[in-house]
């Protein structure tokens, strides 16, 4: 920080662990509500994604295709949380189930359920060969097929925790058919992740293109997000993680499950 003359100014941080998660989240709540910023950080996320900047980055070896808060802020909710079990629909090159792993190793306990509808075998690979693969089940099939839905409750223990990560087609359609699979299957105290939802808040000229698909205005994972929330009263935005969630993917899609 700098004050009016240009110096840099030491911001005052509690030593107390109380006041220093009270002030932090205090700094949150204040970002959040920052509108004027939180644009400006969206037209930043949306002029890096037009040179596929969540794709440089990589998690012990894989491609995780996330920015780096979306990264910091799922490892604040597993350690936090700690699930007994996470779900994430859309593997991709593998980087974020790998993630996922390794910070349930660091917990101690845990697996995560991978679902695509196509993982391919150097996908695969990378995944069932690496340190954390005793961790990890993948699933292929369509994440909302009633047979896939079918496998991954079953690899659900009984008594467990679970978190549940969408980040597969980012259609309303397909995300909103999601949320009604899987957000069931979310336990209290835990989280559901909706990815993308900075979709919902670029101006149509921002919207990224990808293998020539694009999103338009309502046709997103906000919007799904939305529509599920007025279907369902079981869960909460965290407020604290969603206030810092600037120069991110995913700004309002992190919610906790407040009911059983």
């Known amino acids: 920080m700098s004050d009016s003359g240009g110096q840099f100014v030491k911001p005052n941080i509690p030593d107390d662990r109380a006041e220093f998660e009270a002030e ?11 509108a004027a910023l939180a644009q400006q950080a969206l037209d930043c996320v949306a002029n890096a994604e037009r040179r ?19 990264i910091v802020a799922a490892q604040e909710i597993i350690w936090k ?9 859309g593997v991709a090159r593998g980087g974020s189930v790998i993630f996922y792993a390794s910070i349930l190793t660091l ?26 693969a005793g961790r990890i089940t993948l699933i292929e099939g369509s994440s909302i097929a009633e047979e896939t839905i079918a496998r991954v409750r079953a690899e659900i223990p009984a ?28 336990t ?13 808040f670029l101006k149509p000229d921002q919207t990224p293109r990808k293998r020539s698909r694009f999103w338009p205005a309502g046709d997103e994972p906000l919007a799904a997000l939305n529509d599920y929330r007025r279907e369902c009263d079981r869960f909460e935005p965290d407020e604290e993680i969603n206030g ?3 120069f991110a993917n995913s700004p309002g899609g992190y919610l906790r499950c407040v009911r059983a």
């Open 52 to 70: 596929n900047y969540s794709y440089l980055w990589s998690w012990m070896g894989a491609p995780i295709i996330q920015m780096p808060p979306d």
């Open 159 to 186: 008594g467990a925790s679970v978190m549940v990560v969408l980040d597969s087609d980012h259609s309303r359609a397909h995300v909103l058919a999601e949320l009604r699979a899987y957000a069931p299957i979310v």
């Open 188 to 200: 209290a105290g835990q989280y559901l992740i909706v990815a993308d939802t900075m979709l919902g």
């Open 81 to 89: 949380a700690r699930p007994d079990v996470i779900i994430e629909t």
């Open 244 to 246: 810092k969630m600037i």
């Open 107 to 132: 917990v101690g306990k845990g697996k995560v359920v991978g679902v695509d509808i196509d993982i391919r075998a150097h996908n695969r690979d990378t995944i069932e060969k690496h340190p954390m």
């Open 24 to 34: 932090r989240r205090r700094r949150c709540l204040e970002l959040g509500a920052d």
